[in-house]
T-cell receptor, first 114, second 109 residues
Framework: DGGITQSPKYLFRKEGQNVTLSCEQN?????MYWYRQDPGQGLRLIYY???????QKGDIAEGYSVSREKKESFPLTVTSAQKNPTAFYLC?????????????FGPGTRLTVL | LAKTTQPISMDSYEGQEVNITCSHN???????ITWYQQFPSQGPRFIIQ???TKVTNEVASLFIPADRKSSTLSLPRVSLSDTAVYYC??????????FGKGTRLSVIA
């Protein structure tokens, strides 16, 4: 089955700890994205990558870091510098070279910092 | 990136047709209009996309007037399972999408 997987579905961490969220896709998509969603709000862009070994900051990149060493993988690290990390995190990918901008989303990871 | 404006919430009874209108006054020439559906604690799901006039698929129809400054998502005969948040976005290619708060549709039995 082709798609995007995110793990884990639920994650609990103590304040001050770094935590890495996994995102893997087997759709052969060049572009990948990380969004954050707070209750009752829309999605906000954290980081995105349009090609391997390259990525750009989104609207709320502070306190987060990413890497894109492989086409299939785009892990997100939530660092201790992120002031309010408790949120629902969504990863997405999109088709290369098309005018349309359909993005495929993973199931999300709900992070709770205690 | 073009911004969109859509109603915060809508209510509908089962079996009715629901129309959600989105305003995108600053849409660029190459931008497509895309609608997503999101259920609680899930990632958004693509519903329909169009550039101009009318697009229809098995789930919905999308109406886009000639000036492309707005679009209307039409859901025929909604059921309780259509209760979700619906997002209207504009953009092109692999550029990041800008999600607003969407429209929260509540379908009532």
């Amino acid at each position: 089955d082709g798609g995007i997987t995110q793990s884990p579905k639920y994650l609990f961490r103590k304040e001050g700890q770094n935590v890495t969220l996994s995102c893997e896709q087997n759709l052969n998509h060049d572009a990948m994205y990380w969004y954050r969603q707070d209750p009752g709000q829309g999605l906000r862009l954290i980081y995105y990558s349009q090609i391997v070994n390259d990525f750009q900051k989104g609207d709320i990149a502070e306190g987060y870091s990413v890497s894109r060493e492989k086409k299939e993988s785009f892990p997100l690290t939530v660092t201790s510098a992120q002031k309010n990390p408790t949120a629902f995190y969504l990863c997405a990918s999109s088709m290369p070279g098309l005018l349309s901008n359909e993005q495929f989303f993973g199931p999300g990871t709900r992070l709770t910092v205690l | 990136l073009a911004k969109t404006t859509q109603p915060i919430s809508m209510d509908s009874y089962e079996g009715q047709e629901v129309n959600i209108t989105c305003s995108h006054n600053n849409i660029a020439t190459n931008d497509y209009i895309t609608w997503y559906q999101q259920f609680p604690s899930q990632g958004p799901r693509f519903i329909i996309q169009g550039y101009k006039t009318k697009v229809t698929n098995e789930v919905a129809s999308l109406f886009i007037p000639a000036d492309r400054k707005s679009s209307t998502l039409s859901l025929p005969r909604v059921s309780l399972s259509d209760t979700a948040v619906y997002y209207c976005l504009v953009g092109v290619g692999n550029t990041p999408l800008v999600f607003g708060k969407g429209t929260r549709l509540s379908v009532i039995a």
